[in-house]
């Protein structure tokens, strides 16, 4: 970990994938509802597609994904194969289910034997796989001459996943500019903890932010949660403290 890292206030593990069942997790309860969007991996971690909750039924340990509105057909996985879930509740508090796939076409993926998968106290950040262009700067190019055009596969409050062709070394400290949808661009200063060849030629980062200001932080969480329940109405909230989205 380099010099930069006291600024980030996280360690490598904070942007590892969730721990296995057994290395201390925390159980807690979840209350699902139809509409209820979700991002499907593989157990290793793999995006596979998003769906959106069609079938649930409290008590029940079946679930029924559909294609969100306006997305793309489902990937077909084979049937008894493993899956995770990801999704978050209306506090921002990240969840992980597992489950086993019962049935799966490109409009539908029914899954068995749905149960809250248990996730380290300390990694409740959601994450959003978004696929967005993206830029990074070398941290002495303050006049962004230089762009370098990346792909941001994912992104939380406290990191992001990057794809890029250019070879970077662990502890080099960048910038990274984004535009995630309507919303205005985004730029972070952050640090590569974790270089992956992920094909011959494209390597992926994991990119650690800075530690975020509290108006950034802000920021961030509201846009994230507004691409992921499709939300446009304003951020406020009507009352301080009032239930409902951003």
């Not at 076409?105 to 993206?134: G, M, S, W, Y």
Request: a negative charge.
């Amino acid at each position: 970990m380099g010099f930069f890292s006291k600024f980030f206030g996280r360690s490598d593990d904070d942007y590892e994938e969730y721990e296995d069942e057994s290395s201390g997790g925390v159980e807690r309860t979840l209350e699902l509802h139809n509409g209820m969007p979700l991002e499907v991996e593989t157990p290793e971690g793999v995006p596979l597609f998003g769906g959106r909750v069609s079938g649930y039924t409290e008590g029940d340990t079946t679930l029924t994904l559909e294609r969100q509105p306006g997305g793309l057909s489902l990937k077909i996985r084979e049937l008894g194969t493993g899956v995770l879930l990801r999704g978050f509740d209306e506090n921002m508090t990240q969840f992980v289910l597992k489950g086993t796939v019962q049935e799966s076409t490109r409009l539908v993926c029914r899954l068995k034997d749905v149960k809250i998968r248990p996730v380290a106290e300390q990694r409740h950040d959601f994450r959003l796989h978004i696929n967005a262009p993206a830029i990074l700067y070398n941290l002495a190019d303050e006049t962004r001459n230089n762009p370098e055009q990346c792909v941001l596969v994912d992104i939380s409050v406290g990191g992001a996943c990057l794809e890029s062709e250019f070879l970077h070394g662990e502890d080099e400290v960048l910038r990274l500019k984004f535009k995630l949808e309507n919303y205005a661009p985004m730029e972070y200063m952050g640090e590569i903890i974790r270089v992956v060849e992920y094909q011959p030629g494209k390597f992926r980062y994991g990119f650690l932010f800075a530690q975020l200001s509290e108006p950034e932080l802000t920021d961030l969480t509201r846009t994230l949660y507004n691409i992921q329940v499709g939300n446009r109405q304003p951020w406020a909230r009507k009352l301080p403290g009032e239930p409902g989205h951003w």
